[in-house]
């Protein structure tokens, strides 16, 4: 697939880190177009990709008090139920998301984060 300019729902509880990585990404030519702080929010968006044209989801593990990666891998799940063929970037703190296709550990930096959605 390797969207060069990719339409991306992002979900990361961090307020800084979503600013900046959404920032990165939109430098890089990709498209932010769903966003949440909260794994309930993610969950609320999911039926409005199709229509929004997401086509990568970047999942961060923790969205809010769940243990580590459980929430991340809630919602990659609940995305892959409802949408098989769909991307999802795991974007942990160190330790990989199960139910993601691709893992980015936060520590590899957001040239890596890029580099994942544009190959995806």
């Known amino acids: 697939m390797a969207p060069e300019n990719a339409i991306i729902g992002h979900f990361e509880d961090n307020e800084q880190n979503a600013a ?26 999911i039926p409005t990709f199709k229509d929004k044209g997401v086509q990568i989801a970047i999942v961060d593990g923790n969205l809010g008090e769940g243990p580590d990666n459980e929430d991340g891998e809630t919602l990659a799940k609940a995305i892959h139920d409802k949408y098989p063929d769909m991307i999802v970037i795991g ?9 993601a296709n691709v893992n980015v550990t936060k520590e590899a930096g957001l ?3 890029v580099a ?3 190959k995806a």
């Open 20 to 45: 900046d990585s959404n920032e990165y990404l939109e430098d890089a030519g990709h498209t932010v177009v769903s966003t949440a702080t909260a794994l309930d929010e993610a969950i609320e968006q």
């Open 111 to 113: 040239d890596a984060l």
């Open 91 to 99: 974007n942990a703190m160190d330790s990989p998301i199960r139910e």
């Open 116 to 118: 994942a959605v544009t």
